[in-house]
Nanobody, 119 residues
Framework: QVQLVESGGGLVQPGGSLRLSCAAS?????MGWYRQAPGKQRELVAT???????NYADSVKGRFTIARDNANNTVWLQMNSLKPEDTAVYYC????????????????WGQGTQVTVSS
């Protein structure tokens, strides 16, 4: 069973920065970050494949950077130039499989970490 441990959330002023981290276990394929604001649907923020190919939501391009350390099964989200509309609970997501020979994949979510951007 994959366990995800998130950290790095907090309260910052507009224009500030935060760095989120997520440590996972198992054979990890894709990793990513999603967020959900009150009354809104959960949305994709950024994803990264095992090969390092990154994808970002248009709303965060140029401000956020996703990276991963495959040796430690860790993914980071560096968030710069934060805006009030970035306020949400951020969730780490991983796609994994129990063994290399396993034909099926599974997805797991972290517990979520609150990011609040306010003056």
């Amino acid at each position: 069973q994959v366990q995800l441990v998130e950290s790095g959330g907090g309260l910052v002023q507009p224009g500030g920065s935060l760095r989120l981290s997520c440590a996972a276990s198992g054979i990890i394929l894709d990793m990513g970050w999603y967020r959900q604001a009150p009354g809104k649907q959960r949305e994709l923020v950024a994803t990264i494949t095992s090969g390092g190919a990154a994808n970002y939501a248009d709303s965060v391009k140029g401000r956020f950077t996703i990276a991963r350390d495959n040796a430690n099964n860790t993914v980071w989200l560096q968030m710069n130039s934060l805006k009030p509309e970035d306020t949400a609970v951020y969730y780490c997501k991983v796609i994994t499989k129990p063994r290399a020979t396993e034909p099926y994949t599974y997805q797991y979510w972290g517990q979520g970490t609150q990011v609040t951007v306010s003056s």
